[in-house]
């Protein structure tokens, strides 16, 4: 067995992955052989997990190993990301899907809908055990959210991503994928939610949020993570209370598309024409990411009252990273039918927004679901 912290499994983050990464991409020589009748012995005990890649810089290189945050993303595909890592086939039986191959804050509405569906249809199938995801980390946190939503299934879903590519000498990507397997293929994870695995952490996918754009540590939750991942063995010590998956009304099975929401950064003197190309764009919500408790300044508030009175819907959240923001506090959501989206941050407001509204556009029912998820 490979241990993530032994000295057989250190040249993951160097060496051995940024050899596998570079001319050519890495090649077979890397891939575990066994012999025939004890490898199908041996497979037949192991579960099954689909790696379905997307991109990203976990999918990057760079043209020098001082290279950490100078690279091309979504350059390696998906075979040679497993080849490089071939401690990953100790833990399960693992093949690769390339869905995508695209920088993650390209990801399009229609793309997520069409990988949502794809992992659902996998999940479905009895060979499948666990599925993980390698994504670009920009919007990573709202693809795990939205697969939280709509995917129902109480069998693994793990995010994973880098923030370095494959080519440095510090590169995360390695081990940051082989215990995204790990917790894919663990028992543990099952009824867990959608999870995102970096770092040695456990994170759910519906609180994580990337705080920094240039270290490994860049997710984190205010709730906390769910567990760590320490020599191949996860460790759940809090699991998640809103509906998720399996105790979720929505299905990805019964949405082909997502309505347009738009988000509208708060500041001081802010620009009232912003609204109103977000509407005349299509949009049929709008979140107001507004300042402290998704405050709204005077001088907006009959704009967007105004927005209400035209059908879309009116979302108060918060460019505050922690925290949440309290209903009819700042502002008289009841009396202006507004809704406001607890504690989720303008990105993931908006994905539930727009999985909500392909159910109900009534406030008084979005409001709960924004309580609930």
């Given at each position: 067995m490979f241990s993530c912290r032994s000295g057989a499994a250190l040249p993951l983050r160097g060496a051995v992955f940024a050899l596998a990464l570079a001319s050519g991409f890495g090649a077979a020589p890397l891939v575990a052989r066994e012999m025939p009748e004890a490898g199908a012995a041996a497979a037949a005990k192991k579960p099954n997990v689909v790696i379905l890649a997307t991109g990203g810089t976990i999918a990057g290189a760079g043209a020098d190993a001082a290279n950490s945050a100078t690279y091309t993303a979504a350059k390696v595909p998906v075979d040679k990301l497993i080849a490089a890592v071939p401690q990953v086939n100790t833990i399960a039986n693992v093949r690769g899907e390339q869905v995508f191959q695209i920088a993650s804050e390209s990801f399009t509405d229609a793309q997520l809908v069409q990988l949502g569906k794809r992992v659902s249809q996998l999940l479905k199938q009895d060979d499948v055990d666990g599925v993980v995801v390698t994504h670009g980390t920009d919007t990573l946190e709202e693809t795990a959210f939205f697969l939280d939503l709509v995917v129902k299934s109480d069998k693994p879903i793990v995010v994973v991503g880098s923030m370095r590519p494959g080519t440095a000498i510090s590169a995360d990507g390695a081990l940051n994928l082989l215990d995204a397997?790990?917790?894919?293929?663990?028992?543990?994870?099952?009824?867990?939610?959608?999870?995102?695995?970096?770092?040695?952490?456990?994170?759910?996918?519906?609180?994580?949020?990337?705080?920094?754009?240039?270290?490994?540590?860049?997710?984190?939750?205010?709730?906390?993570?769910?567990?760590?991942?320490?020599?191949?063995?996860?460790?759940?010590?809090?699991?998640?209370?809103?509906?998720?998956?399996?105790?979720?009304?929505?299905?990805?099975?019964?949405?082909?598309?997502?309505?347009?929401?738009?988000?509208?950064?708060?500041?001081?003197?802010?620009?009232?024409?912003?609204?109103?190309?977000?509407?005349?764009?299509?949009?049929?919500?709008?979140?107001?990411?507004?300042?402290?408790?998704?405050?709204?300044?005077?001088?907006?508030?009959?704009?967007?009252?105004?927005?209400?009175?035209?059908?879309?819907?009116?979302?108060?959240?918060?460019?505050?990273?922690?925290?949440?923001?309290?209903?009819?506090?700042?502002?008289?959501?009841?009396?202006?039918?507004?809704?406001?989206?607890?504690?989720l941050n303008p990105a993931k407001a908006k994905i539930l927004a727009a999985v909500a509204l392909t159910k109900t556009s009534d406030t008084k029912e979005l409001q709960r679901i924004f309580w609930e998820y």
């Open positions: 397997v790990t917790v894919a293929a663990s028992k543990e994870a099952i009824g867990q939610g959608v999870t995102v695995t970096m770092n040695d952490y456990i994170q759910c996918g519906r609180d994580v949020n990337k705080r920094t754009n240039i270290v490994p540590s860049a997710f984190y939750s205010q709730w906390g993570p769910l567990g760590m991942v320490v020599e191949g063995k996860t460790y759940f010590f809090r699991s998640l209370t809103k509906r998720h998956n399996m105790s979720s009304e929505f299905d990805i099975d019964q949405i082909d598309s997502l309505p347009l929401v738009g988000i509208v950064y708060g500041s001081g003197n802010m620009i009232p024409g912003v609204y109103d190309a977000e509407l005349q764009a299509g949009a049929k919500a709008i979140v107001n990411a507004g300042t402290g408790n998704g405050s709204v300044p005077g001088y907006l508030v009959d704009k967007l009252k105004d927005i209400r009175s035209k059908g879309a819907i009116v979302i108060r959240s918060s460019r505050v990273p922690d925290g949440f923001v309290l209903r009819n506090a700042e502002q008289p959501d009841d009396k202006y039918d507004w809704v406001v989206a607890h504690d």
